[in-house]
């Protein structure tokens, strides 16, 4: 395929589309509501399609005062919300109805694009429901931006957090990022400095009880750095990194070797599995702490997240 047109290679699969250029293959899956492979430059920065992020691991101030119990259905959403619709924009032009097999027999193996953008549209299993958007649009570049909306709705509890989580093949050999020292959490940001920084590996901090941790706010660039794969063939052990930047508004992140639901579960450090994954969760908004005391003090109502207001932030991802 030649690419000195500097455009798109699209390829229409059966249930899925791909997006092609002299360095990097993204395929975007149909039938599992996202973006299932990101390879740039033969390196694989996917092990799972980015999801709808809706929870943080509880702390103890979050069990004194109750409100894991009173944000349960996030928990469950964080898990089980479902991809319901999907729009597939080329060039400005949307595609319809979706071409998947076997209209997509009608594509050739040589269509090209300036700029792709798939919309999936989800619902939450909360009760009552609401939706949630993500949009990826793909410029002939490979660079790709993200925005996402959550649709506010009456009647749902508060949530923990909203973002996108990504899951990566293999551990992260550590991270750089353009933003506040140190971990911050919105109700945590005094004594904070703005600065870049290096956090070498995936550190977890200590707690006796594991809980969320790692939260780095009003980041403006974050640049992953790997150097293993899950390819037998691969025995470079050179890094190669994927950076995050923002597009609108600062974002906050945490880069870990678990998920949250797998903090949850754990009582003690040890019962956390070995690291095997970098889990990368970018937020786009995130509940205070509290502290004030872990006997039943709430975080201060600014640091609250309501689900009656829609949400909505954009980041960019690039190499």
């Known amino acids: 395929m030649d690419y000195t047109n500097n455009q798109l290679h699209v390829i229409y699969g059966d249930a899925s589309l791909g997006l092609e250029g ?46 894991d119990v009173k944000a349960a259905q996030w928990y469950a959403a964080d898990r089980f919300t479902t991809c319901q619709k999907i729009d597939l924009t080329v060039d400005g032009q949307l595609v319809q109805p979706l071409p998947i097999a076997p209209l997509n027999n009608r594509y050739t193996n040589h269509e090209m694009a300036n ?91 200590p707690y006796l009880v594991p809980q969320e941790c790692g939260m780095h706010m009003q980041t403006s660039q974050l640049t992953v750095t790997r150097s293993t794969t899950q390819n037998n063939a691969d025995q470079s052990k050179q890094p190669f990194s994927l950076t995050f930047s923002q597009a609108d508004q600062p974002f906050a992140f945490s880069c870990l070797p678990y998920t949250a639901a797998e903090l949850e579960q754990a009582t003690h450090l040890e019962e956390l ?47």
């Open 115 to 205: 700029q792709v953008a798939l919309t999936y549209h989800f619902v939450t299993p909360t009760v009552p429901s609401t939706s949630v958007s993500i949009t990826y649009t793909v410029a002939s570049d490979g660079n790709i931006k993200i925005m996402t909306h959550f649709a506010g709705r009456e009647g749902l509890p508060e949530l923990p957090a909203f973002g996108l989580r990504f899951i990566m093949p293999t551990t992260a050999t550590g991270f750089d990022y353009q933003g506040l020292s140190g971990e911050t959490y919105p109700d945590r940001l005094a004594g904070a400095t703005q600065g870049q920084f290096h956090v070498d590996g995936l550190p977890v901090t």
């Open 22 to 67: 002299p360095n990097f293959h993204y395929l975007f899956s149909y039938e599992r509501g996202g973006l299932e492979s990101l390879v740039v430059n033969q390196k694989e920065w996917l092990y799972r399609t980015p999801t709808p992020l809706f929870w943080r691991a509880t702390t103890d101030n979050d069990h004194g005062n109750g409100f």
């Open 273 to 319: 599995p070995l690291p095997r994954r970098t889990v990368l969760s970018i937020y786009g908004a995130v509940r205070g702490v509290g502290g004030i005391d872990s006997w039943g003090a709430d975080v201060e109502a600014k640091y609250h997240i309501p689900a009656n207001q829609d949400l909505d932030f954009s980041f960019n991802i690039h190499f």
